[in-house]
């Protein structure tokens, strides 16, 4: 079981990280709790397309990675609070 430990003791607590929102500022752990609240849940989901392994309807596209990315979180958006894109 994996527990996220927020609190100033633990020494991955990320401090003085902001994310620019309008004209305010968030603290990255604020925002990811708030999502974790909003979506009840903990889950993080990788984004890492395999080009060799998009169905052949998305290589049409312009941009195959971007649609097929596309299409997992839109059809997992209400399960996770947050995505891992990674191209490699």
Not at 57 to 70: A, G, M, S, T, W
Request: charged residues 30%; proline residues 5%.
């Amino acid at each position: 079981m994996f527990i996220l430990n927020l609190k100033e003791n633990n020494p991955w607590f990320l401090k003085n990280k902001t994310m620019k929102k309008g004209s305010d500022y968030m603290k990255f752990t604020d925002k990811l709790e708030h999502a974790w609240k909003k979506q009840n849940s903990l889950l993080c989901v990788g984004l890492d397309a395999d080009k060799d392994k998009i169905p052949g309807h998305l290589n049409r596209l312009e941009y195959p990675v971007y649609e097929f990315n596309k299409g997992v979180i839109d059809a997992i958006k209400d399960l996770v609070c947050a995505y891992k894109p990674q191209i490699a």
